[in-house]
C-alpha cells in the first residue's frame, strides 16, 4: 500500500525558516518560534500555493528527501515574497497578542508593579 506525501509541506516550511533566520531574532524569530504563529504563518503560505502530492511505498518515506526538484528562481522568489507578506499581515494583525505574549514570557518584569500601591 503506498502512501501520499505531502512534498510542498517540507519544502515550503524549509523556506520559511530560511526567510525566518534573515529577520531579527526579537521579535521575529521569538513571535515565529511560538507554534501557533507559525502554524498560521505555514497555513498562510499553503493558502496561496498550490501543492505536490506523490505515492510512495510506506518503507521508502524515511529514504524520501522531502526537498522538492530545484524550482524555477520565479517560482522560489513568489514562494519567499508569499512568506514575507504572511510575516508582516501575522506580526501586524497579532501585534498586540505578540508583545503582550513575548513580554510575558521573556520579561516578566516589563509592567509596572502594582505593589507599591
Not at 50 to 58: F, K, M, Q, T
Request: charged content about 15%; overall charge negative.
Amino acid at each position: 500500500m503506498k502512501t501520499v506525501l505531502n512534498l510542498t509541506q517540507q519544502s515550503v516550511i524549509a523556506e520559511i525558516e530560511s526567510v525566518l533566520d534573515t529577520y531579527p531574532y526579537h521579535p521575529y524569530q521569538q513571535a515565529f518560534a511560538i507554534a501557533e504563529l507559525r502554524q498560521d504563518l505555514i497555513t498562510y503560505v499553503f493558502s496561496r500555493i498550490p501543492c505536490l502530492y506523490s505515492a510512495i511505498e510506506p518503507e521508502q518515506a524515511c529514504w524520501l528527501n522531502y526537498k522538492l526538484p530545484r524550482s524555477p528562481l520565479e517560482h522560489q522568489i513568489h514562494l519567499q515574497n508569499l512568506i514575507h507578506q504572511g510575516i508582516y499581515s501575522i506580526m501586524q494583525e497579532k501585534s498586540d497578542w505578540i508583545s503582550h505574549y513575548l513580554c510575558e514570557t521573556i520579561q516578566p518584569g516589563c509592567e509596572p508593579s502594582h505593589w507599591f500601591g
